[in-house]
């Protein structure tokens, strides 16, 4: 058996062959190896040895000091918890499932399911919902927004200001208040911000999606291309009804 230990003192190549020769002379020592720079002595063992009885062969030259060697800790390796699919996205898919029950619940009692307020009402939970998100943590929303939005990107202040848009566009949803002019902007919106998650995804950028603010660690992925390009497509549908 081999054992390291600590041996200070020694100053020079005549420091480092007297060390290895008193710990040589000890009874069942087969081999020493002596690291000065490092100061260490490596013991090999044919039988333990206490280290008082090391320590007490270099008695008679007090500046050598042996002690045992303390293993430096290593700092604790946390390997990232893997997860499936619907555990990382589990958080969003709840939100979709709860606002789409809601509105086909609300839209049925309106008017025996009527597909344009379901969509409507699905339009404006969607806003609300998601807006409460990003307010819980404005500060954090708008870091992780200018990671990748095209807008936020040069203009920080955009990530503050974007929640309040969609509040807004929520409201304006639920009172169906200037329809064209609501889905014209939610359009415009949706399409600028999509372009930002499009370019992270293609280029495979691990950044933190900000669609439900700063509350989940929601990867950047294409289910936040759909996400998008649901409120897209709904709002190009309600428009073409319209015009």
Known sequence: MTHTYNVSGMTCASCEKKVKNLLSSVANVGNVTIDRSAGTAAIQMNSHIT?????????????YILSEAVPV????????????????????????????????LIGNAIDSWNPWETMRIFMAGFFLVFSFFKLLDLNGFADSYSMYDIVAKKAKAWGYFYPFVELALGIAFVLDVAPITTNMITLVVMSVSIIGVLQSVLNKRKIRCACLGAVFNLPMSTVTIIED??????????LYKML
């Open 229 to 238: 390009a649901i409120m897209i497509i709904m709002s190009i549908v309600m």
């Open 73 to 104: 800790p290593k700092p604790p390796v946390y390997e990232e918890e893997k997860k499936s699919w619907f555990a990382t996205y589990r958080p969003l898919l709840l939100v979709f499932g709860y606002i789409t029950v809601i509105s086909v």
């Open 51 to 63: 280290t008082e009885t090391l320590q007490s062969a270099l008695k008679e030259y007090p500046k």
